[in-house]
């Protein structure tokens, strides 16, 4: 059963560049959520899909855009990277509300993003 | 909105030795879900054990152990028998039991506490 996966592993880009992060979740999950993580900090939660549609936001600016496909993949995308956006990107999978009980979230192991 | 806090950049242990790891953390909701997550330098975030607010009894699972107080808003974990693949960031994150919309809520996470296990 594959978990969490995510591409690219590493990439570079120049300042003002756009990029594009993927992320596929684990088998059986419908739900993706994406969180920056900075060097030495916690990770932030950017934005959660469920359905095809953006259900919750953190405190992200509009630069910072996602998708999510009918086979639940996503997409996370970055407008006018600035050096600031270095970062690990984690992407979380998890089934939606379950009540309750709740269920468990589990993540990849992230793309690294470097802005020069 | 919530918060939380783990106000021990790095702590150390003996192996074979406890260690207890602090998290505070600040909501007005009453139902919600607590953890601890392991980072080791592949990156990957692991979960180590899972705390939901209504139950009164602490979380265990194996050698890892929480003490949680819901009126304190503190949530510690103790590690005991520590071994060196304990060595590692650990990030204490909150989570609403909120339905958004038919999707559960995000993760709000804390700082993280590096911990050193000493041979």
């Known amino acids: 059963d594959a978990g969490v996966t995510q591409s690219p592993t590493h990439l570079i880009k120049t300042r003002g560049q756009q990029v594009t992060l993927r992320c596929s979740p684990k088998s059986g999950h419908d739900t993706v959520s994406w969180y920056q993580q900075a060097l030495g900090q916690g990770p932030q939660f950017i934005f959660q899909y469920y359905e095809e549609e953006e259900r919750q936001r953190g405190n992200f600016p509009d630069r910072f855009s996602g998708h999510q496909f009918p086979n639940y993949s996503s997409e996370l995308n970055v407008n006018a990277l600035l050096l600031g956006d270095s970062a690990l990107y984690l992407c979380?999978?998890?089934?939606?509300?379950?009540?309750?009980?709740?269920?468990?979230?589990?993540f990849g192991e992230g793309s690294w993003l470097t802005v020069v | 909105a919530q918060t939380v806090t783990q106000s021990q950049p790095e702590m150390s242990v003996q192996e074979a030795e406890t260690v207890t790891l602090s998290c505070t953390y600040d909501?007005?909701?009453?139902?919600?879900?607590l953890f601890w997550y392991k980072q080791p330098p592949s990156r990957q975030m692991i979960l180590v054990i899972r705390?939901?607010?209504?139950?009164?009894q602490n979380a265990t699972e194996n050698r890892f152990s929480v003490n949680f107080q819901k009126a304190a808003k503190s949530f510690s974990l103790k590690i005991s028998d520590s071994q060196l693949g304990d060595a590692a960031m650990y990030f204490c994150?909150?989570?609403?039991?909120?339905?958004?919309?038919?999707?559960?809520?995000?993760?709000?996470f804390g700082k993280g506490t590096k911990l050193s296990v000493k041979p």
């Open positions: 705390q939901e607010a209504y139950k009164q």
């Open positions: 994150a909150y989570r609403s039991a909120r339905n958004y919309g038919g999707s559960q809520g995000n993760l709000i």
């Open positions: 979380a999978s998890s089934l939606g509300w379950q009540g309750r009980a709740g269920n468990t979230i589990y």
């Open positions: 909501t007005s909701e009453s139902d919600y879900y």
